[in-house]
């Protein structure tokens, strides 16, 4: 099973501050995404990233967020403008594989407080 | 558009005995993936078994094992002689061929008491 993690594991912020989420894979992917969990909820897929582009995102994934792979290694998700509503565990994925389809294998997380 | 639903939102048993998860999936693909991921208290996603839409050849891993009936849409998990360790919330989850985002159910949480 691939290795990743993410950091912070716990960011606490007021609203309207912007944060940064990062997730760093040990050895080299091609697909990366983000999911969120809203505290005792569903995961809820937010966008995936494959060789430097988005390739999919989902209706939560507005204009407030963003992705990146600035070195080739982290991947990051911003939040310009963080709502009380952003308050969720942010996980960071990847598959193991070359395919999109393969399976996708979670970081532990990042526990987003928006105060 | 995919759904998935997880009916159960808590089950409790006590240890040692057998307990059944019940997942069922809607889709319109003919291809498609299945995958059950167990979130325990410390909060992270733990990978336990994918399945592919045109393989419904059920699997048996120590004392887990699923049953996957395309007739039914249903992907069920069933854990034989529960262990306070298998304590979590569990999530099945279905991803398409033509999209690579994984679509949850709402989880059923589990408890195995001592």
């Known amino acids: 099973e691939p290795e990743v993690t993410q950091t912070p594991s716990h960011q606490v912020t007021q609203m309207g501050q912007e944060v940064i989420l990062r997730c760093v894979p040990i050895?080299?992917?091609?697909?990366f995404y983000w999911y969120r969990q809203i505290l005792g909820q569903k995961v809820e897929f937010l966008v995936s990233?494959?060789?430097?582009?988005?390739?999919?995102k989902s209706e939560i994934f507005d204009d407030q967020f963003s992705v990146e792979r600035p070195d080739g290694s982290n991947f990051t998700l911003k939040i310009r403008s963080t709502k009380l509503e952003d308050s969720a565990m942010y996980f960071c994925?990847?598959?193991?594989?070359?395919?999109?389809?393969?399976?996708?294998?979670f970081g532990p997380g990042t526990r987003l407080t928006v105060l | 558009a995919q759904k998935v639903t997880q009916a159960q939102t808590e089950i409790s048993v006590v240890e040692k005995e057998d307990v059944t998860l019940d997942c069922v999936y809607e889709t319109r693909d003919t291809t498609y993936y299945l995958f059950w991921y167990k979130q325990p208290p410390s909060g992270e996603l733990v990978f336990l078994i994918r399945r592919n839409s045109f393989d419904e050849q059920n699997e048996i891993s120590g004392r887990y094992s699923w049953n996957f009936q395309k007739s039914t849409s249903s992907f069920n998990f069933t854990i034989t002689a529960s262990q306070v360790v298998d304590s979590a919330v569990y999530f099945c989850?279905?991803?398409?061929?033509?999209?690579?985002?994984?679509?949850f159910g709402t989880g059923t949480r589990l408890t195995v008491i001592p």
């Open positions: 994925a990847i598959t193991q594989g070359a395919r999109s389809t393969d399976t996708q294998y």
């Open positions: 989850a279905l991803s398409e061929a033509r999209a690579n985002n994984l679509f």
């Open positions: 050895s080299n992917h091609l697909y």
């Open positions: 990233f494959y060789n430097n582009e988005i390739s999919e």
